[in-house]
Structures are given as C-alpha cells and as structure tokens.
C-alpha cells in the first residue's frame, strides 16, 4: 500500500467515512459588500496604507500618471511589467525604465538591480491598504526585488475589501498560478519587536490610483 | 444555560419569590469552611439582611473540584452525587465562589454523561444555584446593600467566575454602593493568580511567580485592599503577600458587602 | 514530575532578563491582537470565529474527500502531490528529487511542520545547505537553536545576543543596530535565494477547490523562496486543507489580527502550481508534501478532533500567563504555549510529559482567543484523565479517599480540620509552603459558627 492509500484510509476509519462518499455542503461563508462611494474608499485605502508607511497618490488620467512617475523617478533605473495599463499611462516611454522583458532570467537580473520596481495592480482592497496582484501579467520579481516598489491601477479597482474580492473572484487560482496581497512594505519586528522596513521585498511602496 | 437566559430566569423567579418564603440554602465551599468561615458569616448577614431566610445543611462537603482538576474523574463523579443529594430539596442555593458554581454549572454533567438521570439533576440544580454576587444582583434585584468600608480597594476577576460564568459586572456594581470605597482596575486586568488548584502544588514555584505578577499588579493600582469573590484566589494572593511581607489586605466581597 | 521539565521551568524563571522579554512581547503581541478585534474595530470577530471554527471543523470531518480534491486540482494545474506518513518519508522525497535535479542549495522559509520533523538537520546530514530566510530563523539557525515562539521565533534575543551570533557565524565586524543587522541579513540572503536550485515553504492553509498553498508572511522571504529557484516543494500537516478560497476571506481576516495585530500580514500568496505558459517567472516545478506524522491518530476522538484546527497565529502564548513565565523553550516540543501542551501528549503519547496538562491554571484566556475555538482547557482536562494511568499510587489514594470522604460529612469535617493544621514541610503542602503562607487555622470553622450563631 502506498502512503497515499495508507493515510487516507486511516482518515476515512477515523472519520467513519467510506472512500468517495460526498460530504454536505460546508457552512456557507458571509461576504459582506457594504456600499462606499470610490471617494470613501480612496480616502480609507488611503488611510490603510500611510498608517503602514506606504504612499497613495492619485492622478487623474493615465498620462498624468505617466508623467508624475517620469518626475518622482528622476532617473533612477526602473524594471516596469507588461502590463498593459502601464503602456496606456506611458511608463514604457520614459527613459531609464526597462520593460517588455519575458526572459526569466533576464528578468531576475533586471529586477535585482534596478532601483524601482513599477507593477500594474488587478485590484485594491480599501479596508486593508491592500494590493492584489493576481493578473499573469505580472512578473512576481518585478515587486519582489527592487528595493521601492510602485503600483499604478486605475482607481476603479479599488474595492471595498476581501469579501468584495472573493465575490468577485471566488476561485482566484482558476485565473492564475500566483496571487499575491501586498498590505505595506516589506517589514520585520524580529529583533527585540523593533519594527525594520524593507527585510526581503521593497521598503518603499506606492500605490497610484489612476482617475 | 447562558447568561441571558439565567438573568431572565432570575427575574421570574424574583416575582415569584415575593409570593412564597424567600428561603436560601449556604454551599459555603470547603476552603470556606475550613479556613475562612468568616466569609460565610458575612455571606449569611448580608443575605438575612436582605430579608432571605437562610440555611446551612450541615451534609455538605464538597463540589469535587480538587478531583475533577487532576483528572480523578470517577471520584469527581462521587463527589458530585453526593451533592446533588444534599442540595435535591434546596429552592435556591448560593455560593461564596465563582470556581467551585463553574464547577457544578459548567462541569457536573461532563461527570454524568452516560446517566441522563443524573444529567436532569444536573439541569434542574443548575437553574437553583448562584454564585453570590450574581444573585444580588440577578435574583434578589439589589446592588446597594447597606455597606461601608473605607478604603481604596482593586477587584481581582477570578478565571472561573469571569470566563466561565462571565460575571465582570455584578461585582463591581455591588462595589460602587460600598459607601467610603474607591475602586481601581488593576493593569493588566483579568490575568489568573496562579492558584489554579493542584496546578499550585504541582507547580509551586511557577505559580508562585504569577503570584507575585499579581501582587505587581495590585501595588500599580495603589489599593490597600484587593477583593474577590474566589476564595481559593484570596488564599493565593494572601499567601504570597504574606510570605514577600507586603502588606495588603484581602478580603471576600461578601466581608466587604456586610462591612458596617 | 520529569525532572528536565521542572529544570527547565525553574531555569527560566531563575533569568530574570528572559522573563522581561518573553512578558513584554508577548504583552505587546496580546495588546496589538486586542486593539484590532475589539467590537468598535471588528464588530463580527465573534461571529468570524464561530465561523472559522464551523468551516475547519467540517474540514477536518471530512478531510480525506478534501484531500483528494485538493490532490486533483493541484495536479490538473500541473502540480504534483506527495503524501509522506512521517519525518524520513519527507527527507527521502526531498534527497531523492534534489539528487535527480543536482540541487545542492535550498532556501527555505518558515515552517513549523518542518520543525516538527527536523528537516534542515536530515537535509545537512546528507550535504545540502538547507538555508532559513526567515530572520529570525535565519538567526536561529546560526545559533543552532529551536525558536523560541510560533510566530517571533527569535523573542528572546537581544540584539547583543545578535550582533554575537553574526560575528561568531558570518566573520563580520560587530553590529548592534537591528537595521543594520537585518540589512546584514537580507544581503546574505538574497545570494542564497538568487542561487538556490529549491525552495521549501510550509503552508498556512491548502485550499482544496483550488489546489492551492497560500503563505501568510510579513517579511517578503517566502514570496523569494517561492518564486525564485526552479523548484518549489511545500510541506504542510493534512489538517491544513480548507476547502474554498473564498474560505480565506474568513480565516485571512483572523489569522493575522490573531498574531500581530495586523489587519493583513503584509503578503499573502495563493500559490497553485508551476509557472503557466505566458507566466514569465514562478517555478517550473510545483509539489505539495502532505504530511501525517501522527495526525490522523488525532482523528478518531471527535473532541480531540479539535486541536488540528489549528492555525498556528501564537494567540494563546500570548495570552497564557504561564507561557509568559516559562517561554517557549521550557516546552518539550517544538510546539509550545496551550496548543503545544494538548499537541504534545497527543503526537508523542502522555508519557512523553505526563505533567504537561497539568503545567495550566486552566484559566481559559487561551480559549477566548483562539480563532478556531478551539475548547484548550477542556483538552487539557481530558488529557489530565489520561495522564491517570501514569499518576502515583499515593496520589491514587489520596483521591479515593478524598472522594469517599466527601459523602461522609462528619468525617469529611473532621479531616479537614485536621488538614488545616498540617504544616508539614514536605511532599504537596511543602510545595505549597515553598511559595506562600498559609493563613492561621481560624479559631472555629464555619460549622461551629453557624450552630453558636
């Protein structure tokens, strides 16, 4: 008998259950969506995010975001997604960022020296200052290795919060193999509970809402 | 029976109460008994002050807990028929300590749980058995007593009284009509004495720190006083203030409540 | 009581400088924990809890159907599930693919189910470098110890204790400052995630409608372990699976407020498989360990049943008041605090530490914290029974009489009295004594009292 057959079927005589018996339906879940203005929800992502010492900024339309990105950058080397919203908001075009790389290893090489990493973000979560990233889109080292990492959305993806998200993506795993929630800098408090930014991912993160 | 339920419970049987002998029956706890009988006492005056007719049946020992704790569940089983004997015929019973009414509330009908006889004892005595201030403040539909004591004076929550039957309020609403009494809250609060029963013999010194962390406690608050309605909790904290040379003086809430 | 159980407790509460850490930062962890579920922050936190504890509990009762469907969906995404019923089946799987692929250098990131087999000495002993990434792991395993706390695995290091351990393992100059000692850290690390050829993660929970491992962390180490070498193992207990993502909205929103007292740990990852066509980095190779190591013998006690609902947040060490005495490593296993102590007895037999049960007042703040639910001190009492068979014959007897005794009242009475006189320096009462005084025995007890009145 293999280990597999073995463990399962000390869990099924410990369960009392037969092999391949249905069980009911498991408790239901209550998602709760509550009814918030994007203004509202801006100011809470807002909120969230600067009490965890991340930054929100919020430009009107995408060539505005393209253009405050240019500035804060200051030519400083950038690794930018393919996402396609980063096109749409020109941050392909500006000088010292590196995009359309779908080489891992050049990838890796990018994103472990360059400055600032620039990531499109699938949606946010208002109540957490949270980013979710879930698109295959997005190259995982791009907000993993550089030490600030930006992300540019368009401020209605900004949910109202994970229930939110898990209504409307109830099986993200169906879409993507990798999703990731990014809540703050990268952060460690394990050194006499003093807290230190920036351990392993970025130390400096921004989310910019686009509109 | 949950909280709401019992106060609710209470109520009814207030009302009814007025109409028939308002009759009480002492289960004053071994450590009581033996230790602190003054407890007792200032239980009983304040209860026929209240105008309760109050009795003590002298069969009564013990709830069981010192066996249940250290696993001895068939002795604990004894011990717990035994006293649904002596209490059958008591209308309402009330007891000077929070651990030893969890014990029979809350643990009783694990001990019985293949004799459903016995586990409808259980249920009935259940609904006929208070912690003290909680039937003050639930049956007898009182929280000024009368009392006087000065002094300044911090409230340690017993485990058992706080968590299991989640009293927090009754007590210390009994304590804001204590005449000449300020009340402070000891930082952290709610946190155990260390008394915990065989846990203190076992692990005599570990408890002992906890003790001490207690007294910690109570000496920030600046009261000369703690209180409680946990007698083994008084035995805990009074020992170990004695034995570092600190001095404090605990007392029952009952000795508080019948202070003049 | 065993004699290194009772060594280790009284060494810990003889270090007066481990004491205070260990009790301010488990004061914090429970202040923090306490400021983000209280009603006017988390209005549902109880009806979440009841929740949690519904959905791991049909979980567990259920669990071999969700282990296959879990086993399903991992493979249909092009993973590959590995069942391992103990610690060597795990090492051999692990040898085995790391010899296949002439892997030689492994980054890792926190686990304690890792712990629990000992993986990183099994891998060492057959020469793989098996590297923490976690910091304070990282640094405990420079310092070849076992942490300390289920989720700040280094509380009782000072950042002298630190700058010692770097100096001594890494031949750096001396450094106290915590910035720079982590950002010593990150630069060692990062070349080991960059070069490794496997990473091995835990798991926090398996999601079994997705085939899914989502890993809850702060520090951006296991995002790095997972993504950056070719391979990615994860090793998780079978009690881990849930059986929905959208499951995670409940348990994401109590696991890191149980911990920290975060709203969201900083990254949380739902990792399904390797890398899809189109996907530019991720691992080209997936696999899921699914380990027993005992606890499908936790299984056929419905009560008992409970302890696998786990979540492993720390909640309940930081609450224990005896945990915040004696730390973490007064316990035997490598799971301490009040889950440890209803673990310990049921993975490793109650002969492993028949006193261990009994190390609780039971005062029940670790079961109003649990986010599961899970019923701690009643385990504990249960296990209390258990231990029975290992107790004294003179404790034995001691209860007998004790108990027939007490339906005898004038006998009882007369005993006691008796018993309230004894100040005898030895056995249960000089262990009493040891520590406090007993009140004067009063001039009448309540009985007599009562008649004279």
Known sequence: MTSREQILQQVRSALRRSEGQTPPEPPPVRLHVPEMTLESRIASMTTRLEALAGVVHRVKSPQAAGAWIAETLAGRRAIASNAAFLRDCGITQIPGVRSGITDREELRQLCATADVGISSADYALADTGTLVLLSSLEARMISLLPPIHFAILPATRLLTGLDELFTLVPNPSQLTRSVVLITGPSRTADIEQILVRGVHGPGLLTAVLVG | MTPVFRRIWASGWRLGADAMNRRVSLFVTCIVDQLFPQIGMAMARVLAGLGFEVEFNEAQTCCGQPAFNTGYRAEACRVARYFLDVFENAEAIVVPSGSCTAMITHHFAELFHDDAAARQRVERLSHRIWEFSTFLTDVAGVEDVGARLETVATFHDGCHALRELGIQSAPRRLLSRVRGLELREMQPAAECCGFGGTFSVKFAELSGAMARAKLDAIKQSGADTVISLDPSCLLQIQGAASRRGVRLRTMHLAEVLASR | ?453
């Open chain 3, 1 to 453: 009581m065993s004699r290194e159980f009772q060594q280790h407790i009284h060494d810990a509460l003889a270090d007066s400088r481990l004491q205070n850490a260990v009790y301010t930062a488990t004061g914090r962890l429970k202040d923090a924990r306490l400021a983000v579920v209280s009603d006017n922050v988390l209005s549902d936190y109880q009806e979440l809890r009841t929740q949690a504890n519904a959905l791991k509990r049909h979980a567990i009762d259920h669990l071999d159907y969700y282990l296959e469907q879990f086993q399903r969906n991992v493979e249909t995404h092009g993973g590959h599930v590995v069942f391992c019923q103990d610690a060597t089946e795990v090492s051999d799987f692990v040898l085995s693919l790391a010899k296949e692929r002439g892997a030689r250098l492994i980054v890792k990131s926190k686990s304690m189910t890792t712990e629990e087999i000992d993986l990183n000495e099994r891998l060492e002993h057959h020469g793989l470098e098996s590297v923490e990434t976690d910091l304070g792991e990282y640094l405990l395993q420079l310092a070849h110890e076992r942490p300390y706390h289920i989720v700040a695995p280094a509380l009782h290091k000072t950042r002298y204790d630190v700058a010692d351990i770097l100096t001594k393992r890494l031949n750096v100059p001396r450094e106290t400052v915590p910035e720079k000692q982590t950002a010593l850290a990150r630069s060692v690390l990062r070349e080991k995630f960059l070069a490794a050829d496997i990473g091995i993660s835990g798991a926090n929970f398996l999601v079994a409608d997705s085939g899914a491992v989502v890993l809850v962390e702060n520090e951006g180490n296991a995002r790095l372990t997972t993504t950056a070498p070719k391979i990615h193992i994860a090793i998780a207990g079978i009690e881990k699976v849930i059986p929905r993502a959208q499951d995670l909205a409940v348990f994401l929103k109590l696991l890191a407020r149980s911990a920290t007292g975060q709203l969201l740990s900083v990254y949380t990852s739902v990792l399904s498989g390797p890398r899809r066509s189109g996907e530019i980095d991720g691992p080209d190779e997936f696999y899921v360990v699914l380990l027993d190591n005992g606890r499908t013998r936790l299984l056929p006690n419905a009560e008992r049943r409970q302890s696998l609902y786990c979540i492993r947040c720390g909640a309940c060490l930081n609450a224990c008041p005896v945990y915040r005495k004696i730390g973490g490593h007064s316990f035997p296993w490598v799971y301490s605090g009040p889950i440890g102590a209803i673990l310990t007895p049921q993975f490793m037999g109650i002969a492993r530490e028949p006193e261990l049960p009994f190390a609780s007042s039971l005062c029940g703040a670790c079961a109003e914290v649990c986010p599961v639910k899970i019923d701690i001190p009643k385990l504990l009492l249960d296990l209390r029974s258990e231990a029975h068979s290992q107790r004294s014959g003179f404790e034995k007897l001691t209860f007998r009489v004790f108990a027939w005794l007490a339906c005898h009242h004038r006998l009882f009475a007369l005993a006691a009295r008796i018993a309230a006189r004894l100040r005898f320096k030895v056995g249960p009462i000089g262990a009493w004594l040891s520590q406090r005084d007993l009140p004067p025995p009063p001039s009448h007890r309540f009985r007599q009292l009562w008649r004279q009145r």
